[in-house]
T-cell receptor, first 111, second 113 residues
Framework: SQQGEEDPQALSIQEGENATMNCSYK?????LQWYRQNSGRGLVHLIL?????REKHSGRLRVTLDTSKKSSSLLITASRAADTASYFC???????????FGKGITLSVRP | DGGITQSPKYLFRKEGQNVTLSCEQN?????MYWYRQDPGQGLRLIYY???????QKGDIAEGYSVSREKKESFPLTVTSAQKNPTAFYLC????????????FGDGTRLSIL
């Protein structure tokens, strides 16, 4: 089974609104990462949060990590049509373990 | 600019044919990976490599083979033993250890003729 599972599977919002996506995982992790994939393209790394961190920011992105609930959230503020993409969380169980990717969330931002 | 180049972008395979997907990186990364992406399935790891002349099977290695003769190159061969090869194939690279951020190519879409 997938280590990281995103929720919801699909999200549709109006431009300017905030988008919140969640990722839950089953076992303790070393770090959790979020990636974006535009249609027909490769994944692009957005942000990495370590297990001893609770929150990180990068531009309009805010990621939180709750290790007690084994969950993470990705918040995109003031969304734009260009944010339309699939978003994946990936977990690394230990320093030398491979990343395990979730199935992704499809975000549509309506102009 | 540094990055990962995958070619071709589209590839068609006939029955009983082996095909090879190319992946080249100029990021000086030690680790390279091959993933398969099917609709609704996320990414599944096929093979990965940490150093030249060494590679390991991932979760779905059956029907695939790889080589790592140069640090920059990690080609994937989809053999005739892979009965359901239609998918989007992504190559990635990273520094080690393996749980570091990965850089991806733009993929090869493989279809059956």
């Amino acid at each position: 089974s997938q280590q990281g599972e995103e929720d919801p599977q699909a999200l549709s919002i109006q431009e300017g609104e905030n988008a919140t996506m969640n990722c839950s995982y089953k076992t303790s992790i070393n770090n959790l990462q979020w990636y974006r994939q535009n249609s027909g393209r490769g994944l692009v790394h957005l942000i990495l949060i370590r297990s001893n961190e609770r929150e990180k920011h990068s531009g309009r992105l805010r990621v939180t990590l709750d290790t007690s609930k084994k969950s993470s959230s990705l918040l995109i503020t003031a969304s734009r049509a260009a944010d339309t993409a699939s978003y994946f969380c990936a977990t690394g169980l230990s320093a030398n373990s491979k990343l395990t990717f979730g199935k992704g969330i499809t975000l549509s931002v309506r102009p | 600019d540094g990055g990962i180049t995958q070619s071709p972008k589209y590839l068609f395979r006939k029955e009983g044919q082996n095909v090879t997907l190319s992946c080249e990186q100029n990021l000086n990364h030690d680790a390279m990976y091959w993933y398969r992406q099917d609709p609704g399935q996320g990414l599944r790891l096929i093979y990965y490599s940490q150093i030249v002349n060494d590679f390991q099977k991932g979760d779905i290695a059956e029907g695939y083979s790889v080589s790592r003769e140069k640090k920059e190159s990690f080609p994937l061969t989809v053999t005739s033993a892979q009965k359901n090869p239609t998918a989007f194939y992504l190559c990635a690279s990273s520094i080690v250890p393996f749980n570091q951020p990965q850089h991806f190519g733009d993929g090869t879409r493989l279809s059956i003729l």
